[in-house]
């Protein structure tokens, strides 16, 4: 089993950026596909960007096109999640998630593993 913790969250202002990590422990992050996903208030939980295991290959949310970049770290065994051009429609909680398959990478509920979420907030 895979223990997940997000950090990095923060206030911004529109137009900056952040950087979200996620810590892996109890296993090899690599080993896993690894999802960001947001949850705004009164809003369902959305998908945001994916990364395959090994990290060949990458998937985002059209919103976050261009914008956001999904990377991993396997020296820290941790996957990253860049955000820049914030704007304040992403003020969301973000949780990063850990699965053994991809195929449907866009659900919430194809990961078996959820870190705790981290609170993002842009402001105007």
């Known amino acids: 089993q895979v223990q997940l913790v997000e950090s990095g969250g923060g206030l911004v202002q529109a137009g900056g950026s952040l950087r979200l990590s996620c810590a892996a422990s109890g296993r090899t992050l690599n080993n896993y596909v690894v999802g960001w996903f947001r949850q705004a208030p009164g809003k369902e939980r959305e998908f945001v960007a994916c990364?395959?295991?090994?990290?060949?290959?990458?998937y985002y949310a059209d919103a976050v096109k261009g914008r956001f970049a999904i990377s991993r770290d396997n020296a820290k065994n941790t996957a990253v999640l860049q955000m820049s051009s914030l704007q304040p429609e992403d003020t969301a909680v973000y949780y990063c998630?850990?699965?053994?398959?991809?195929?449907?990478?866009?659900?919430?509920?194809?990961?078996?593993?959820w870190g705790q979420g981290t609170q993002v907030t842009v402001s105007s």
């Open positions: 998630a850990a699965a053994d398959y991809y195929y449907n990478f866009r659900r919430p509920s194809n990961y078996d593993y």
């Open positions: 990364i395959t295991s090994g990290g060949g290959e990458t």
